[in-house]
Structures are given as structure tokens and as C-alpha cells.
């Protein structure tokens, strides 16, 4: 938790926004997620999502669910995605949070995997299908183990969810840009700088914005606004239509070229 | 009587696991249901709308010649099968239709399996006036092209799902990325006593008339109230629907009949009870087939209906409580009993249905003589012809 909030204040201090991306584990293959990951963070990111395949992914939009699939051929489970989180703190600093469903974390065992997780190095988790009302005991073993559960907010939750969510939050909070799956949109919805400016008044941890991230417009768009932006679907389409021996390098370099729209614009304030 | 507690759970089981995004449109659902199953002004148009549209009450039928051929029992076939779109799904879609727009929607989707729901919603759209979207797998509409066609008559657009196992279960998924999406002006026709809360309240509700009607008809044809109700259970909307009246009745038994399959091997049955275990699927708390790890096994049934990975959340208290049990058919078991009431009383049943009336003849032979026995025949069978043709080499 920790490695969180250092993360977001090292990049906002620096007036630039923290850049959050994405990957399926075990996507294109498990041999690659963490000289992936490593690519991402040489090319500026703050804080890495590791996506837990699973088979009934019904928040996720056509390219992630792709990329749940070749995962998942590959013999991936949450407890080798542990795996590759060990490899990787065993070189790194960098946030790790894994963004799963909750069902293999529920069959796992909330307290094994609560202690497990903490113990390969994950800071926290974002659980898709899990909402504050049926999160009680999973946000307890992760207090326990100084593990952040990362609450999601919707266009839709309405003024008084949002401060009940915001009360529990942990880490960060998640901002989902619209309603929908994830996947990239070629446009940002025209409110949302100003929804997003009015939840970081209400809140005391930091507001990352995720779905449908793209290009460094939509990263401009909201920099000085929310203090971090996750970018998967475009990333993971990125390296899936990569050579695998470039994939590496691509991530980089795909990377990089969001990274340039990190500083505020004229319009960007804070 | 016998709801869920305010977080949409039966005992242990039910809930409400679905991303933020759904969570305030469920919350709304919840509160325009809650009002509506009390306002009678409501109630009314659902009962005139039942009545005259989707045919109800529907006949609770004496099988003389099938009880005869079981062996001296007397067992009533609840003839859900009568209804309009020929399935009790009906029941659900113009309950739902009428909560569509009573929220002012004027859009709705829905899952299809064997294609009876999703009919049964594009009847209702057809009727209200609404937009009508069904998500339905491949493999489904491979096995009910019938359906699918009649859908597409009835004006609905039907979706291919192409992902997973190409059945039920993506199906559902692609209804729910569709919803979370479309949210604002979309309402989520869900087909069976499953998903979050309140929808397996709520299906339950528009189900229920089924035992209301039964419990109504055998008191007055029987003079009693029957020793065993039978009802096949893929999600469980019609077994809830036949056996929600008679749970206070301590003397009636009653057992659902899940999809055995080909055997008990993983992927080779949709037997829940036997081969699952407890887990989280598409919004709610219940038994799962699933593997170690949390994945979803795939699940087979010669039925398209009964061939999903998840029981009904209800259903799965009402186990653990030992108030109704569970049990299960095979693929081929189904057929037989498939053959046999065709021959017996000249009604073709559906294969999800034939999975009760083949528990029955297994049992039959175990029963006190005289014994009373309700059987929902949830629908027809003429959907399955071809696959039945096709599986026997018949011509």
C-alpha cells in the first residue's frame, strides 16, 4: 500500500499524471509478463494492473477477453500469476495490483490468498464484480495484510454511493470513464474532466480514470485532473499485434508515446 | 413469504456481485419491483395481460394413461407447455415487459438457451412496442434454429455469441456487457431465477402463478394437496415456480431434476448439486461447476435449457434446508421419457421438461400406490424435434 501512495505523489509532484497500465498475466505467454512489465516501468509507468484471466469475463470488451483466452490456454491461474509477481518483486519496486474477478480469488481462499498475495509482493487489487456491499470480508484480510482492495466508481453511482465507496477506499479509487466494458474508444466523453474534477474534491485518496484510454490526447485530457490513467485494452491489443520477439519492446515504446501526453495541456490546472 | 434479506441473499446464497456500474440501476430495479408487486392497480394489468395474452391459467391434466403406465400413481401434468411461445418463460417476459415500462425503457435484452426465453421476450417486445435485442450462443442456435427464426419474426435482432463454450452461460455474459453499457435506457430481461438482486426475486414472483394456479386445481380435482412435485431445473425459474406455493405444505415433497448429461465426468453434464461446488457466477452466490482455480467448467445437456454451470440461488437454500431436494436425468433417460409421454397422452414435451417426467418413471415404481404427483411440463417439445430426429437417425 505503501508503494501506492508514494507512486501517485513522486509523479503528481512532478505535475504529470501516473500512467497505469494494464496487461493480461500470461498474455502473450507467461515467459513474457515480466520482461513485459519491465519495459512498461523503464518507459514511465508508475503502477502496473496484472490482469487474472478468467473464463466468464463479463466486464471486459472483445480484446481483453482475447487475451483472458490465450492466458488462460496457457495453464495461467491466480496462483501462478502469484508466481510471476515473486519473479518480478524480486527485481522491482514498481505498485503491482491485480485486477481480477472474484470467484477465483473466493475459491482461492480469502485469507490464503490475502497473506499469499502479500507475502509475492502485491500491493493491492481491484475486483471487478465485487462491490463495496459484498466486500466486507475481503477488504478486512486485506487491511490485515496492508493490502489495498481499489474501489470502483461509475458514471451511474449516484452522489451518495460515491461517498460511501470514496469512505472505503484504499490505494486509489478507480474512476470508470463511461458505462461499459473495457476497450478502446477513439473518444473520451465530453464531461468527463469535469466528473472527474468534482470526485478528486470529494476524495482523499488518489482518482486514477480507466476504460476506453487510448492515445496521449485522452492521457492530456485528463492530466492535472485525476492523478493517474489506466491504459489496457489499446496496450494489450499493442502487444498481441506485435512479432513476439518485439513484443517487449513495443509495450516500451507504446508506452512512451502515451507518456507524451502526461503534462497538463493550457486547459490543465493543479 | 420466504424472501431474501435486504442484501438479496437466502441464507447464505444469492447477493449481488456485479461491476459498480450496475449496482444503482439494480438498486432502482429494486425499488420500482418492490412497489410494483404490492400496487394493484399493477397487479391487475399483469393478471388481464396473462389472462388474455399468454393464456393462462393453464390446465392442470390428469395423465390417465401415463399414470396408468407408472404403475397406479395419479400424476398431473401442469400444462405450462399450453402457454403462448409454448413455454412457462412467457409468465417472466410480460411481468418484466410490464416493469420495462414502468421505468420508462424502451429497450430490453435478454439471454436465450434452448430459445424459449428469448422468444418469449421477443413476443412481449413485439407487444409493448419495445426494442427487443437477444444475445444467444452458437451452438444454440445451431441446435434451435426454429427459435431463432421466430424470434427474427416477431421483429427481435438476434445476436451469435461466439465466445467460450457458445452456449447459455456466454450468452448471458454478452446480455450483461450489453447492460452495463446500454444501461440508461435498456432493461435486462433475465430468464430464469438467477444474476444479482433482485432478479432472482423477482423472476420467482412472476413465476409463481404456476403454483398458485397448481396448488388451486388439484384441491378441487383431487380434494387434496399432492404428495410430490417434479420439475426440471437449469437456472430453476419454473421448479421455483411450481413449488413456491406449497413450501409451507410439509407433506409435499419436491425434487428438481437437474441435467445428467452423458455421466458424471467434468463437462459432460450441467449436475450442479453433484459435481459443483460453492462459488460466484454472473452476479450471484450459488452452487458452480467449476474447476480448482475458479474457472467455469463447460457443462453438457442433450436440453439447451439445462445446460448452464450455475443453480438458481434459491435453490440452493432451499437444499441446505432440506426443504426440496435434488436429483438428476440423463441425456438419455430424457429421451425415453421423451418417447413416452408422446405415445402415452399425444404430447410432445420439451427435452428440458422430459427430464422431471423421466425422474418419475425412475421413481415411480418406489411411490405409495394412489400416490398424487404434479409434473411441470414447463414447455413443449416441438423446438426439439429436429435434434431429436437428428440424434436417433429417424425419418
Not at chain 1, 221 to 240: D, F, R, T, W, Y
Not at chain 2, 73 to 101: F, M, P, S
Not at chain 2, 264 to 288: D, E
Amino acid at each position: 500500500m505503501k508503494r501506492i501512495a508514494a507512486a501517485f505523489e513522486r509523479r503528481n509532484r512532478a505535475g504529470e499524471i501516473a500512467l497505469i497500465p494494464y496487461l493480461t498475466a500470461g498474455d502473450p505467454s507467461p515467459e513474457m509478463t515480466p520482461a513485459l512489465v519491465d519495459s512498461l516501468v523503464e518507459a514511465g509507468a508508475d503502477l502496473i494492473e496484472l490482469g487474472v484471466p478468467h473464463s466468464d469475463p463479463l466486464a471486459d470488451g472483445p480484446t481483453n477477453q482475447r487475451a483472458a483466452a490465450r492466458a488462460l490456454a496457457h495453464g495461467v491461474t491466480l496462483k501462478s500469476v502469484l508466481q510471476m509477481v515473486r519473479q518480478i518483486r524480486s527485481h522491482s519496486e514498481v505498485p503491482l495490483l491485480l485486477f481480477s474477478y472474484y470467484n477465483p480469488i473466493l475459491q482461492y481462499g480469502l485469507k490464503k490468498f490475502s497473506e499469499e498475495a502479500a507475502a509475492a509482493g502485491v500491493d493491492g487489487a481491484i475486483v471487478t464484480d465485487l462491490p463495496p456491499e459484498e466486500a466486507d470480508e475481503l477488504r478486512e484480510s486485506f487491511d490485515e495484510q496492508g493490502l489495498a482492495l481499489v474501489p470502483l466508481l461509475a458514471p451511474t453511482s449516484g452522489e451518495a454511493r460515491t461517498r460511501k465507496i470514496l469512505s472505503l477506499a484504499r490505494g486509489f479509487v478507480y474512476y470508470v470513464s463511461r458505462t461499459g466494458v473495457t476497450g478502446a474508444r477513439s473518444n473520451l466523453t465530453a464531461d468527463l474532466r469535469a466528473e472527474v474534477e468534482a470526485l478528486t474534491r470529494l476524495s482523499t485518496t488518489p482518482v486514477a480514470v480507466g476504460f476506453g484510454i487510448s492515445s496521449p490526447e485522452h492521457v492530456r485530457a485528463l492530466s492535472g485532473a485525476a492523478h493517474g490513467v489506466v491504459v489496457g485494452s489499446a496496450l494489450v491489443e499493442h502487444v498481441a499485434s506485435s512479432r513476439p520477439a518485439e513484443a517487449v519492446q513495443a509495450a516500451g515504446a507504446f508506452l512512451r508515446h502515451l507518456a507524451t501526453g502526461r503534462r497538463p495541456g493550457p486547459e490543465g490546472r493543479r | 413469504m420466504n424472501d431474501p434479506d435486504s442484501s438479496g441473499r437466502f441464507g447464505s446464497y444469492g447477493g449481488r456481485y456485479v461491476p459498480e456500474t450496475l449496482m444503482s440501476p439494480l438498486a432502482e430495479l429494486e425499488e420500482v419491483f418492490t412497489h410494483l408487486r404490492t400496487d394493484s392497480g399493477f397487479s391487475s394489468e399483469l393478471q388481464k395481460v396473462l389472462r388474455d395474452y399468454a393464456g393462462r391459467p393453464t390446465p392442470l391434466y390428469l395423465a390417465e394413461r401415463w399414470s396408468d403406465r407408472l404403475g397406479g400413481i395419479r400424476v398431473y401434468l401442469k400444462r405450462e407447455d399450453l402457454c403462448h411461445t409454448g413455454a412457462h418463460k412467457i409468465n417472466n417476459t410480460v411481468g418484466q415487459a410490464l416493469v420495462a415500462r414502468h421505468m420508462g425503457k424502451n429497450r430490453i435484452i435478454a439471454e436465450t438457451g434452448a430459445g424459449q426465453h428469448g422468444v418469449a421476450t421477443a413476443a412481449v417486445a413485439a407487444r409493448f412496442g419495445l426494442r427487443c435485442t437477444v444475445y444467444m450462443g452458437s451452438e444454440d442456435m445451431k441446435r434451435q434454429a426454429l427459435n431463432v427464426y421466430r424470434m427474427r419474426l416477431m421483429g427481435a435482432e438476434v445476436v451469435t455469441v461466439d465466445a467460450g463454450s457458445r452456449t447459455l452461460k456466454d450468452a448471458i455474459n454478452e446480455a450483461m456487457r450489453d447492460w452495463v453499457t446500454n444501461v440508461r435506457d435498456t432493461h435486462y430481461i433475465l430468464g430464469s431465477v438467477l444474476g444479482p438482486h433482485p432478479y432472482p426475486l423477482m423472476v420467482r414472483y412472476f413465476q409463481s402463478v404456476i403454483g398458485r394456479e397448481a396448488r388451486q386445481q388439484v384441491l378441487e380435482q383431487e380434494g387434496r394437496l399432492p404428495d410430490l412435485l417434479v420439475a426440471c431445473i437449469g437456472g430453476g425459474s419454473n421448479a421455483i415456480g411450481l413449488f413456491h406455493a406449497f413450501l409451507n405444505d410439509e407433506s409435499v415433497r419436491m425434487v428438481g431434476v437437474e441435467a445428467g448429461g452423458r455421466g458424471t465426468a467434468r463437462g459432460q453434464h450441467a449436475a450442479r448439486f453433484t459435481g459443483g461446488r460453492r462459488g460466484v457466477l454472473q452476479g450471484t452466490y450459488t452452487w458452480i461447476l467449476q474447476d480448482d482455480s475458479g474457472n467455469i467448467d463447460p457443462t453438457h445437456s442433450v436440453s439447451a435449457g439445462l445446460d448452464y454451470a450455475a443453480v438458481g440461488p434459491e435453490h440452493a437454500y432451499l437444499r441446505e434446508l432440506g426443504r426440496c431436494e435434488y436429483s438428476t436425468a440423463s441425456d438419455k433417460e430424457a429421451l425415453n421419457a421423451f418417447h413416452e409421454l408422446s405415445e402415452c397422452e399425444g404430447i410432445l414435451p420439451a427435452l428440458e421438461s422430459s427430464h422431471a417426467t423421466a425422474y418419475l418413471r425412475r421413481q415411480a415404481a418406489g411411490l405409495t400406490p394412489g400416490a398424487c404427483v404434479i409434473v411441470n411440463l414447463s414447455g413443449r417439445g416441438d423446438k426439439d424435434v429436429d435434434s431429436v430426429r437428428g440424434i436417433e437417425g429417424g425419418s
